[in-house]
């Protein structure tokens, strides 16, 4: 059986650590991405990431990381987004509108706002449920509403064409996006238990 071959691009904003060794632990040959040139012998590409939108991109760019990772979502190959890498992945964010921001999803992250009153607290921090449109391969086997972990201030809170996972936390926001062949998730994965690891696999088999 030949395994498919994950790279998980790490650099000190990705915070890939956690998520490589979850995908490790369920059985899916991992590879943390050190260089360019190693995205090109994978197979899949997982861009994880924590901090501030301006930091990512400026070290994903000192690191020469941005035509390579084009190069894979031009060659139709699949790219999970997650965080604030999905916030890489759209048309710009709030946070900081200098930050170059890839454009592959039509989508804008904005900050989320907060309203005391009704007991919503920014950063959404914490276990949330996720519902998603039917027939989606990346929540194949997940329950509806199943919950996922969350730690962010900023999200994609429109809904468009492109959401294909919604979660309620005051508002309805976009929780996952795709587009052809590249996906988002604003929820971590790799702290999400049994449903994480399952998206993760589902993801390693699109």
């Not at 900081?96 to 890839?102: G, M, V, Y």
Request: with cysteine; net charge neutral.
């Amino acid at each position: 059986m030949i395994k498919i071959k994950v790279g998980v691009l790490n650099f000190q904003s990705s915070n890939a650590l956690p998520l490589f060794h979850t995908l490790r632990a369920i059985g899916h040959q991992a590879t943390l991405i050190d260089s360019p040139i190693s995205i090109r012998h994978q197979d899949k590409l997982i861009i994880p990431g924590v901090g501030h939108i301006k930091a990512f991109t400026r070290e994903l760019d000192a690191g020469g990381y941005r035509e390579s990772i084009l190069e894979h979502i031009l060659s139709e190959k699949f790219v999970l987004g997650i965080c604030l890498g999905m916030h890489a992945l759209t048309s710009g964010s709030q946070e900081d509108i200098t930050a170059q921001t890839f454009s592959i999803f039509s989508s804008k992250v904005d900050f989320m706002a907060s309203n005391l009153a009704s007991q919503v607290r920014i950063p959404h921090v914490g276990w949330n449920s996720v519902r998603y449109k039917a027939g989606q391969e990346l929540f194949d086997s997940i329950p509806q509403q199943s919950d996922f972990y969350f730690s962010h201030s900023f999200g994609i809170s429109s809904l468009s064409n492109e959401t294909i996972g919604t979660t309620k936390h005051g508002e309805i926001f976009s929780s996952a996006i795709n587009h052809e062949n590249v996906f988002g998730v604003q929820f971590h994965p790799e702290k999400s238990q049994k449903f994480g690891e399952r998206l993760l696999s589902n993801f390693c088999r699109l």
